[in-house]
């Protein structure tokens, strides 16, 4: 009979980085897999899928509550290592009441009651949970680790108390030097790549040998992706000229106006390219918050600016971004980052996607002194601090030298890096080898359960 293993999917977006990645395919084969789920979690067809609600679920008032707490403990981790609201996106969209409330309470004698509500009463006992994994005797809860998942925090925290091994998978890149958010501390974590193993041991106090390199599930279908093949392969399948250099601007979910920087980028791809070699393909964040901008631009009315071919049918010219749908297609994202020459971005995950396809990248790290949030502080951060260094990223810290960074970025590109180097060098924040992710997962589960 095989093993039992329950995976915990909190949300949509999870089941995109566990299961729709392909992270669980080995495990799928070797153990009997079950995947839990709250209700408004999507359905998943063809496999042993169960939707189970807590006993905060339906409840606004406790919600609002754990929100709360949710910060509460951001406020805290922030204090411990004295970083600022600026410093934090999420802490900085608070209102200035909700700011001085967490601070209030995040110091220490106050905090220390707030915990013990929290851990005792709030995510006390759920009978619920209990019940369900008393009936289904799994050998290993796998959960990830993401923010604001109080879903998978009370699932670890039931299972830990019936003796039951747990696992963490980190979904986010900064989880464990911005976020701070691990409430539980379970049999393993995994994580991406040594610079998270250092963060989550020094930052976060995690014991060493719970802590193992694993790479990162969403990602690791970059590493070489491309290398037989080669660019024009995938510029045919999206509609790509074959003979442009092809700079990515990928949009991010913070607020940044990205359509007034796009419009000057055109501006000086026309001074700059006389023989219009180059070509900036736009891809808006697929869930990106509403945004402020200085004026109105309409991409069509750019020169040396295209949509991405997924997005053609959405007129991107607003200032208010909720109404863009969310969309994602692996098969999309790895022939987009093969087509491409090299990625411009106001900091965000997809420059260490850019590395692992070997291409350079340019950051923009300057405030559009029209959203609150400011991109600077993202060169502060722990996650970032190490790539820093690296030879292939670009970053603009001053909006007035944008035109003088971005031509010599240009320059950069046409030179045409070593992409192996660039992919080496990317190991330390995310680990790859000649195995999948899903076969280095399988092997780590293997050894919680069987030893």
């Not at 005797?137 to 604001?148: H, K, T």
């Not at 070489?224 to 442009?244: A, C, I, M, Q, V």
């Not at 208010?320 to 980052?337: A, I, T, V």
């Not at 965000?348 to 502080?377: H, Q, R």
Request: net charge neutral; charged share 30%; hydrophobic share 35%.
């Amino acid at each position: 009979m095989k093993k039992k293993v329950l995976v915990v999917l909190p949300s949509d977006r999870i089941v995109q980085v566990l299961y729709s990645s392909g992270a669980l395919d080995q495990i799928y084969i070797k153990y009997d897999v079950t995947t839990l789920s709250p209700g408004e979690v999507g359905e998943l067809d063809g496999i042993k899928h169960c939707k189970l609600d807590t006993k905060l679920s339906g409840s606004k008032i406790l919600n609002w509550i754990d929100t709360q707490l949710w910060y509460h403990y951001l406020y805290e981790y922030m204090q411990k290592h004295n970083i600022s609201e600026k410093e934090s996106f999420k802490a900085s969209q608070l209102s200035m009441r909700s700011q001085l409330m967490h601070k209030m309470l995040s110091r220490k004698w106050i905090s220390k009651t707030i915990g013990k509500f929290s851990e005792n009463i709030l995510l006390g006992e759920d009978k619920g949970i209990k019940k369900y994994l008393q009936e289904l005797e799994p050998d290993l809860v796998l959960a990830p680790g993401a923010a604001i998942d109080t879903y998978s925090h009370m699932i670890l925290k039931s299972a830990k108390n019936l003796g039951i091994k747990t696992a963490i998978i980190v979904a986010h890149w900064d989880y464990f030097s911005k976020k701070g958010m691990l409430r539980i501390n379970p049999d393993k974590v995994f994580v991406w790549g040594e610079e998270m193993r250092q963060a989550a041991i020094e930052r976060n106090e995690l014991i060493p040998d719970t802590v193992s390199i694993l790479g990162s599930p969403q990602m690791d279908k970059y590493a070489g992706y491309g290398r037989e093949t080669g660019k024009n392969n995938s510029r045919e399948k999206l509609g790509f000229p074959e003979d442009k250099i092809l700079l990515l601007f990928a949009g991010t979910s913070a607020p940044f106006d990205e359509l007034y920087l796009l419009e000057r980028l055109d501006g000086y791809l026309t001074e700059f390219d006389k023989n219009k070699k180059i070509l900036i393909v736009y891809r808006p964040h697929p869930g990106a918050w509403d945004r402020a901008t200085k004026k109105s631009v309409k991409i069509k009315d750019l020169k040396n600016v295209i949509l991405d071919p997924q997005r053609k049918s959405v007129e991107v010219d607003s200032a208010r971004w909720g109404s863009l749908q969310h969309y994602s297609d692996n098969s999309h994202y790895l022939d987009l980052m093969n087509a491409i020459d090299g990625l411009v971005t106001p900091f965000s995950t997809m420059i260490v996607e850019s590395a692992l396809c070997g291409k350079p990248s340019l950051c923009i790290a300057y405030p559009d002194g029209v959203n609150k949030w400011d991109f600077s502080e993202a060169l502060n951060t722990e996650h970032i601090k190490p790539l820093l260094a690296k030879d292939w990223l670009t970053c603009c810290t001053d909006e007035s030298k944008i035109k003088e960074v971005f031509k010599q970025y240009l320059e950069q590109v046409s030179l045409k890096q070593d992409s192996e180097l660039i992919r080496e060098s990317i190991k330390e924040t995310i680990h790859y080898d000649k195995r999948t992710y899903s076969q280095r997962l399988e092997t780590e589960v293997s050894k919680m359960i069987l030893h």
